[in-house]
């Protein structure tokens, strides 16, 4: 008797008989089942370690009694709410405590979801064929031709068959024990009390997620005394839920329980990439570009391109050098095959706007991304375009040095069509003097640090942009 | 009285004790009788006169103390077994056996702000840099459902969350997400996730049962574009949600709008702090672009290693006597209870009012933005500057509580407000023309530059807004 509290203080303040006598009404299920999980806790010596989730129904008072750690849920939620008291503290004995509505309707989401991960948590499912709480409503485990105040006709196929959890639940790979049970008589309340314990001690022994569901009476919904409630338990309910254990498939090895979390600096710092050296830096001052002291540059072309990477290399390049850079990708439908462009801003001291409608610099590598963003290029501006694939250039707006590059032609040349976003780096450095080579070199380096073979066919479509950049540049002026 | 010693029924020859019943402890259900194979107990015939009910009757006379009886009986002080000792009628409390030693009362072990070492600057997106601000906040326990453009935030986690023991759960919903967290927080501990628009609709429900459970935990809506499944562009259309309809009831909480990947960090961290300060959740609102956004994040000098609140549902001896829960039957209690909370919406709203100024000093153009399109606006203002018009830019890094008091010094200078968004019904103007409203506050004139359905307002529209009405002023004889 131990874990029930001393006085019920929660319900309605203690006051009268309310300090040690339940809400529900005489004759209801909910007190036996809480009376077996009361004494499986004290049995197994819990009490301590125990959290019990009250649901939504008539059992949302669930915390008026059992003296443990008490958490009421959301209606049908309480599996979800019950893992994430087991995921924070691994050590807890976790009771998910649900009626026929929360379980089998509203929550059958988080039911099945969570049963299936498996985590060590032992539900107890009342099934008495109604809503209690909202007043004898239809429940999904009504039975055919039962009526409720929303099957005033008796329940019809319209309306569905009664939704057997017990089987539902032993058909999941999660669960190692589910077992359904029933109150109507000593012999079943003897089992159900068993079966209880068996749930919460295969949590204590860490074997897993188990699920007691309890046939119970509803004497009021039903509309007869406890003991015509019982007899129809029997009678009615039994040859659609038939009793016994559904699933009994306990492993020997206990489920790994989580160490706890770590919060050691030097792990954090790792995990998340900031050990190691600040990069080497080259410049010396901003660039001394004609762009001033916020450039605006753009990369466009098709999905694959690598528009995205070249973008992102530029970015980690320049705040390396201790500059404030931006790089935001177009994202959705357009880039998964279509037009993937990249907006990078380079500022001295800060971005003030990240988006380049109007780029000092655009890299393109297709015909279409030429077409669309080269008329926005500003005066004095620069074009590095792939002239392997573009044929003709589009009229561009006066002063904005076009450099052809053959980006795909050189890639393929080199055995790895992907590397030619590096070729495009390197001719958009030549024709731009943006940065030392080095800079550049040094974010590529620092990009594949992962995967170190690939550098030097990196900095040889790096040096192949350059080069052809210096020459389109020759040629042009 | 005391009972038990005259009762000509006390155990002689078997060692199990007979059944004993308090009658006002008795429902009169009768499920006890049916279980009795001795036929030791009948239906009543007598009104409790407290109860109202008609308890059982014993005659014990041929009971074998079988004890069926009681494992029949509902009532947790109903049928027990007969005390061995004497014992006081009054004392019914000591009829049932020892009582378990009441826990000692919690104690709040604080957290600890532990130095974090040398760490260099990161480069990363939005989502990335707020995922690592939690890590850095001591959030170990990620919850959520994969929704574009929030959801390379989650993919951080789970990839880091493994390296340093904490968990990472794929919910089945954004529903069970929000539940989960419920019990991660419920429990003391620091949970989050990440989401968008329609996903941050569907926790709605849970944030509402976290405020009126006092539970904490942060949610980083990372907006799209809306209505419906709308599309996965850049939207700020979550600003109505966040700040005046969080859930069912009386809630409220902390709005948080970083504008570049650097505040995604702080602020993400900053709304842990909120969040166990307050015990109620926070929402940091970001927008898709920003999620996207790549940038220079630099490191805090300090992370934290989270204690264990005082009131955590922890699961263990201290803490048994906690209770998580948001139902409050009676009404009195229950309102009560929203006093006592807009008490703390209160507290929040006079402490965590914060805003960046910037060039706002002697504006008499106000622009009022957040979020990426702050970005574009702080550009519109260096342009305008150069242009010669006295422009400012005031950007609330928190939205509720709206930053009222720092716009306040503002607004005698100001002679236009201008508020730059991406809401099609201009959700931040409401929260701008609301707190004035209440706050009594005279204002200039507010003009608008809006864009919605993925599409940013740009640096030059803003640009062209502010001279164009300026110009009409000017036509129009009005001092600009
Ligand atoms: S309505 Fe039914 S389930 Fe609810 S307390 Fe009464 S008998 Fe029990
Ligand atoms: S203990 Fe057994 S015999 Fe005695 S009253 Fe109860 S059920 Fe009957
Ligand atoms: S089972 Fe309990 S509540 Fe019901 S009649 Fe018997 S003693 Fe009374």
Known sequence: MSVFYDRFERHDHAEGLKGQSTHYCPGCGHGLVHKYIADAIEELGVQDRTIAISPVGCSVFLYYYLDVGNSQAAHGRAPAVALGHKLANPESIVLSYQGDGDLASIGLAEIMSVAQLGVPITVVFINNAVYGMTGGQMAPTTLMGQKTTTSPYGRTRFTGAPMKVAELMAALDGPVYVERVALFDAKRRVKAAKAIKKGLRLQVESKGFSLIEVLAECPTHLKMTPLEAEKWVKEQMLPVFPLGVKKDAVPDESWPLPPPPSFVPESVTEVIGATGEGAERFCDGFPQTPYGKDIAIKLAGAGGDGAQTAALLLTRAAINEGFDSTHIPSYGPESRGGTSYADVRIAEDEVLSPAAPEPHVLVAFNAPSLAKFGPHVVEGGVVVYDSSVIAEVPPLPSGVRAIPVPLAQIAVDLGKVIVKNVVALGALQEATQLFPKETLLGAIRQALSQKCALIPMNEEAFGWGVKYAATAGEGDS | ?480
């Open chain 2, 1 to 480: 009285m005391s009972v038990g010693k005259g009762s000509k029924s006390m155990p002689t020859t078997v060692e199990r004790p007979k059944p004993f019943l308090l009658p006002q402890f008795c429902k009169g259900c009768g499920r006890c009788i049916e279980s009795c194979a001795k036929h030791c107990i009948e239906p009543g015939t007598e009104v409790h006169p407290e109860t109202g009910l008609i308890p059982v009757v014993f005659d014990l006379e041929n009971c074998t103390a079988c004890g069926l009886c009681m494992s029949a009986c509902p009532e947790p002080y109903g049928l027990a077994p007969q005390p061995e000792s004497t014992f006081e009628l009054e004392d019914p409390a000591t009829l049932f056996g020892p009582r378990p030693i009441p826990p000692e009362k919690p104690e709040t072990i604080p957290d600890t702000r532990v130095p974090l070492g040398s760490a260099r600057p990161l480069v990363v997106k939005g989502t990335y840099a707020s995922a690592i601000g939690a890590l850095l906040a001591g959030c170990r326990h990620f919850f959520g459902y994969p929704i574009t453009p929030s959801t390379e935030g989650a993919e951080l986690m789970a990839q880091l969350l493994p390296r340093l023991d904490g968990a990472f759960v794929q919910a089945v919903s954004e529903v069970a997400t929000v539940n989960m967290m419920y019990g991660c927080g419920g429990a003391g501990l620091r949970a989050m996730t990440f989401t968008s628009s329609p996903g941050f609709s569907l926790m709605l429900e849970g944030i509402s049962y976290m405020v009126g459970a006092e539970v904490p935990g942060v949610f980083v809506n990372v907006m799209r574009g809306g209505p419906g499944l709308g599309n996965i562009a850049p939207e700020q259309a979550d600003i109505k949600l966040a700040c005046r309809g969080l859930g069912h009831g009386n809630t409220h909480g902390i709005v948080l709008t970083p504008s570049t990947p650097q505040e995604m960090l702080d602020l993400t961290m900053l709304a842990f702090d909120l969040s166990f300060r307050y015990r109620n959740p926070v929402v940091v609102l970001c927008d898709g672009y920003l999620g996207q956004m790549t940038g220079k994040v630099t490191l805090p000098e300090r992370m934290v290693a989270p204690g264990l609140p005082d009131w955590a549902v922890w699961g263990d001896r201290a803490h048994r006597r906690n209770l998580i829960v948001s139902i409050q039957l009676s009404e009195p209690d229950l309102e009560k209870h929203n006093e006592y909370l807009e008490r703390k919406y209160a507290e929040m709203t006079a402490n965590e009012q914060r805003a960046d100024l910037f060039r706002c000093d002697d504006a008499d153009v106000l622009v009022v933005a957040c979020n990426t399109p702050a970005r574009m606006a702080k550009g519109a203002v260096e342009t305008l500057r150069g242009e010669g018009i006295k422009a400012g830019l005031f950007r609330p890094l928190t939205l509720w509580p709206f930053p009222v008091n720092q716009i306040e010094d503002l607004l005698p200078g100001a002679k236009r407000l201008v508020v730059v968004e991406a809401s099609s019904g201009g959700q931040l103007e409401d929260e701008l023309r609301l707190s004035l409203s209440k706050a009594g506050l005279a204002h200039p004139p507010i003009e608008h530059v809006r864009h919605s359905g993925g599409i940013l307002p740009q640096a030059a529209e803003i640009v062209e807004r502010v001279t164009a009405s300026r110009a009409m002023r000017r036509e129009k004889g009005v001092p600009a």
